[in-house]
């Protein structure tokens, strides 16, 4: 148990310095490092691929390392399931799932986190039918706060797998999960510029109409540009070498963080660099195997929060963000996201009990951004949002207790499986008090 004890998320706005750091390649391994920390009267958190924003993994006790877990991996073809590491990314876990001609149901924009990462902050994609990627788990062990190792499924301990499938990593550590997958399917992509009031006026339909629908709204101007994915037989229309490059690469981060750093520099030019950004992006078609049309490079670094609100609430919330946005003091270099899921019966998903439509909001590094997300988040409250557990947000546990059905349910079980609050941190503090 050593390593480096320095570590910082993605985006660099969350750092911590552990006083130890273990690094376990089997399950007993991680019940040691548990109990380690237990009997220490430490704390202990597990750490992913840090493309959270939060400060869920941030501990100055111990730190736990699953990258080289390994757990063995699964594949049953037949029944369409994978059992793999918790601490494997969601890119190998889709390079996994094409050898055996599986695939996840759906994904969202980049595929650097971890499998547990991933699904304890209930991260999703787009796609009216089709929950968080949690909704995809039917089984999961987990190393809980006493050193136990449980195996939880629908069948078997039924309150810690509705608890644990999105647990924030404040009911134990996530050390295998099965995933029900289904047959390797390919999209057909369509981007295209439109008008924000014109999709408004069509959205029940176009989001009822296709399989993947978002959007991306560009502040300071009345343009979107709007992607729909959706399941064709063939991949006969693949995007060029060239296209993709100067699209997802060029355009998308280069030239796009150039053109954030010149807004830093010069804010008086960003209405100017909105309004040529909606336009730069034109339309465009494309095919090809799922996971490669839902993820997409990401190299460009921000800060992010997202709240999930009531669908019929959107022009309401899009009208309240469009006065946000032009009233504040600074300007904001990235474009407003816009996605969509369905209900599920997760205690702390951000979709529990209802469709939803997700409202990103993202400020350049560097760039002042808290007046901005607090604004937002006022706004997102009283219309009933949930905030992303892994985007930033300001909720505290008695503010969000009221927007979780099951929110007591879940704080019952956390009591259970960790008693003594060895997996606590600041950030769970804040959001489930102790």
Same mark, same amino acid.
């Given at each position: 148990?050593?390593?480096?004890?320095?570590?910082?998320?993605?985006?660099?706005?969350?750092?911590?310095?552990?006083?130890?750091?273990?690094?376990?390649?089997?399950?007993?391994?991680?019940?040691?490092?548990?109990?380690?920390?237990?009997?220490?009267?430490?704390?202990?958190?597990?750490?992913?691929?840090?493309?959270?924003?939060?400060?869920?993994?941030?501990?100055?006790?111990?730190?736990?390392?699953?990258?080289?877990?390994?757990?063995?991996?699964?594949?049953?073809?037949?029944?369409?399931?994978?059992?793999?590491?918790?601490?494997?990314?969601?890119?190998?876990?889709?390079?996994?799932?094409?050898?055996?001609?599986?695939?996840?149901?759906?994904?969202?924009?980049?595929?650097?986190?971890?499998?547990?990462?991933?699904?304890?902050?209930?991260?999703?994609?787009?796609?009216?039918?089709?929950?968080?990627?949690?909704?995809?788990?039917? @089984? #999961? +062990?987990?190393? /809980?706060? %006493? *050193?136990?190792?449980?195996?939880?499924?629908?069948?078997?301990? &039924?309150?810690? $797998?509705?608890?644990?499938?999105?647990?924030?990593?404040?009911?134990?550590?996530?050390?295998?999960?099965?995933?029900?997958?289904?047959?390797?399917?390919?999209?057909?992509?369509?981007?295209?510029?439109?008008?924000?009031?014109?999709?408004?006026?069509?959205?029940?339909?176009?989001?009822?109409?296709?399989?993947?629908?978002?959007?991306?709204?560009?502040?300071?101007?009345?343009?979107?540009?709007?992607?729909?994915?959706?399941?064709?037989?063939?991949?006969?229309?693949?995007?060029?070498?060239?296209?993709?490059?100067?699209?997802?690469?060029?355009?998308?981060?280069?030239?796009?963080?150039?053109?954030?750093?010149?807004?830093?520099?010069?804010?008086?030019?960003?209405?100017?660099?909105?309004?040529?950004?909606?336009? @730069? #992006? +034109?339309?465009? /078609?494309? %095919? *090809?195997?799922?996971?490669?049309?839902?993820?997409?490079?990401? &190299?460009?670094? $921000?800060?992010?929060?997202?709240?999930?609100?009531?669908?019929?609430?959107?022009?309401?919330?899009?009208?309240?963000?469009?006065?946000?946005?032009?009233?504040?003091?600074?300007?904001?270099?990235?474009?407003?996201?816009?996605?969509?899921?369905?209900?599920?019966?997760?205690?702390?998903?951000?979709?529990?009990?209802?469709?939803?439509?997700?409202?990103?909001?993202?400020?350049?590094?560097?760039?002042?951004?808290?007046?901005?997300?607090?604004?937002?988040?006022?706004?997102?409250?009283?219309?009933?949002?949930?905030?992303?557990?892994?985007?930033?947000?300001?909720?505290?546990?008695?503010?969000?207790?009221?927007?979780?059905?099951?929110?007591?349910?879940?704080?019952?079980?956390?009591?259970?499986?960790?008693?003594?609050?060895?997996?606590?941190?600041?950030?769970?503090?804040?959001?489930?008090?102790?």
């Amino acid at each position: 148990m050593a390593g480096t004890p320095a570590w910082s998320n993605w985006a660099g706005n969350q750092r911590s310095t552990a006083i130890l750091v273990a690094r376990p390649r089997t399950v007993d391994g991680v019940v040691e490092a548990v109990r380690v920390a237990a009997d220490a009267g430490a704390t202990i958190r597990a750490v992913g691929s840090g493309h959270s924003f939060t400060g869920a993994a941030l501990t100055d006790g111990h730190r736990l390392d699953l990258s080289g877990l390994a757990t063995g991996v699964t594949v049953d073809p037949a029944r369409r399931l994978v059992t793999v590491p918790a601490g494997m990314t969601l890119h190998a876990l889709n390079e996994l799932l094409a050898t055996h001609r599986l695939a996840l149901p759906n994904l969202g924009d980049i595929d650097a986190q971890t499998v547990a990462g991933a699904l304890s902050t209930g991260t999703h994609g787009t796609g009216a039918r089709l929950g968080c990627l949690s909704t995809f788990v039917t @089984a #999961l +062990t987990l190393v /809980t706060g %006493t *050193g136990d190792v449980l195996h939880c499924s629908a069948d078997a301990h &039924r309150d810690v $797998f509705a608890a644990a499938r999105v647990g924030i990593g404040a009911v134990g550590v996530l050390v295998e999960v099965t995933l029900r997958c289904v047959d390797a399917f390919v999209l057909r992509a369509h981007e295209r510029p439109a008008s924000l009031s014109d999709v408004l006026a069509d959205l029940p339909g176009l989001v009822e109409q296709h399989d993947h629908v978002e959007f991306y709204w560009f502040p300071y101007t009345a343009r979107v540009q709007v992607k729909t994915n959706d399941r064709v037989p063939a991949d006969d229309r693949p995007l060029p070498r060239w296209r993709g490059w100067l699209d997802d690469e060029f355009l998308a981060n280069t030239v796009f963080a150039g053109a954030c750093r010149l807004g830093r520099a010069a804010p008086a030019l960003v209405p100017g660099i909105s309004a040529v950004s909606a336009r @730069a #992006l +034109t339309e465009r /078609t494309y %095919t *090809g195997r799922s996971d490669r049309v839902f993820c997409t490079p990401r &190299r460009v670094r $921000f800060v992010e929060m997202e709240y999930a609100l009531p669908r019929a609430v959107l022009p309401t919330a899009l009208d309240a963000l469009r006065r946000i946005v032009d009233g504040l003091p600074f300007k904001v270099l990235f474009p407003v996201e816009v996605r969509f899921s369905a209900a599920d019966d997760i205690w702390l998903s951000h979709g529990y009990g209802r469709d939803s439509v997700y409202l990103a909001i993202h400020q350049y590094v560097g760039m002042p951004f808290e007046p901005y997300f607090r604004a937002f988040e006022k706004v997102a409250t009283e219309l009933g949002g949930r905030p992303h557990w892994g985007k930033l947000h300001y909720r505290d546990a008695a503010s969000l207790a009221p927007a979780y059905p099951k929110f007591s349910d879940f704080l019952t079980v956390r009591n259970r499986l960790d008693p003594e609050r060895v997996f606590t941190n600041p950030y769970l503090s804040q959001v489930l008090g102790d």
